[in-house]
């Protein structure tokens, strides 16, 4: 599959306020294929959504590159950087937040094609229609206004939003984390057909291993800002190596899992990014902790085909 869109070294440091550094994505060199999935799976804190900001360039990254087709698209600004913004588009957890809640449906979802200018006013109506249409809403929900809808009804208009410019890559913050478990299996079943037909490269950011891996191709496990872990989405129960990734999969309950039955915690807090050790960045959770560990951090390593892992382990 077609690499389109990669990122190489992606860092981003913060100062706080006091003025500490904090780094929310260290290096980080990932690729998103047009007809896959890449899943991106760590608890909250670990630096998805500050990584997926810099893919839609509501942040600026520190250091490092983004290819979209191959031309690096980090450092653009201005008229540039909305234009690329096209091909890159994001469905939120709280898609109404986005919304005006004072217009109707049709214009929202319709909204992006007027504002590129690929769309005039008059023509919204047919365009709207199709638009739910693609996301199983009826044609009378272009009157509708967002409170008067339901949370799952509200995703899809958020992903309906998000597909009106018909974009390569579909990022998913947590898109479905918000939702109740029946309604989250019926988004992530439109969002999984979508993505077949046609034939986007998706990017699935979650905190739920069960569901990540279900709808990934590829999974990359991301702990304090660094990718510990990427592997085929089918391969993860049998093959996880990374004591994290182990530990996450040990936590997980779920019905469609049959590997992981078990209900775990990882014991210990992940330490602050803003302290983080030297090392290994779990060295202060991990079971298997050697000396060198502390002293030293793990790089992202080959150790099959297809599958990375960063540990002194291995
Ligand atoms: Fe654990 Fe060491 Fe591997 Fe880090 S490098 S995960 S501390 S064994
Ligand atoms: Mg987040």
Do not use: W
């Not at 250091?63 to 031309?71: D, E, L, N, P, S």
């Not at 588009?89 to 217009?103: E, I, N, Y």
């Not at 998706?202 to 991301?222: E, G, K």
């Amino acid at each position: 599959h077609e690499i389109i869109l990669e990122t190489r070294g992606l860092t981003k440091r913060f100062h706080t306020s006091d003025g500490r550094p904090l780094t929310a994505c260290d290096s980080i060199s990932l690729a998103a294929r047009r007809g896959e999935t890449l899943g991106i799976v760590g608890e909250s804190g670990c630096g998805k959504s500050t990584f997926v900001k810099m893919l839609v360039q509501l942040e600026k990254p520190t250091a490092g590159a983004i290819y979209f087709r191959g031309k690096d698209i980090a450092g653009l600004s201005g008229e540039e950087a909305r234009r690329k913004r096209q091909h890159i588009q994001m469905v939120f957890q709280d898609p109404a937040a986005s919304f005006s809640p004072k217009m109707r449906v049709g214009d929202i979802i319709t909204e992006p094609l007027v504002n590129f200018g690929r769309l005039l006013r008059k023509q919204r109506s047919e365009k709207a229609r199709e638009l739910l249409e693609m996301v199983e809403l009826d044609a009378d929900f272009m009157q509708r206004y967002p409170h008067s809808m339901s949370g799952g009804q509200l995703q899809r208009v958020g992903i309906a939003r998000a597909l009106a410019l018909n974009p390569e890559v579909l990022v998913c913050d947590e898109a479905t984390s918000a939702l109740d478990v029946s309604i989250q299996k019926k988004i992530v079943a439109l969002l999984t057909r979508l993505q077949k037909e046609k034939n986007i490269a998706m990017i699935f950011i979650c905190h739920d291993m069960a569901l990540v891996q279900s709808l990934s191709h590829r999974l990359a496990v991301m702990y304090l800002g660094n990718i510990v872990e990427t592997v085929g989405g089918g391969e993860l129960c049998e093959t996880a190596m990374h004591p994290y990734t182990q530990a996450l999969l040990g936590s997980v309950f779920s019905l469609h899992m049959d590997c992981c039955k078990k209900i775990e915690t990882i014991p210990g807090d992940p330490p602050s990014p803003l302290e983080l050790p030297p090392g290994c960045p779990f060295a202060g959770r991990c079971e298997k902790r050697m000396p060198v560990c502390k002293a030293e951090k793990p790089r992202l390593k080959d150790v099959a085909p297809g599958h990375q892992v960063a540990c002194h382990l291995y």
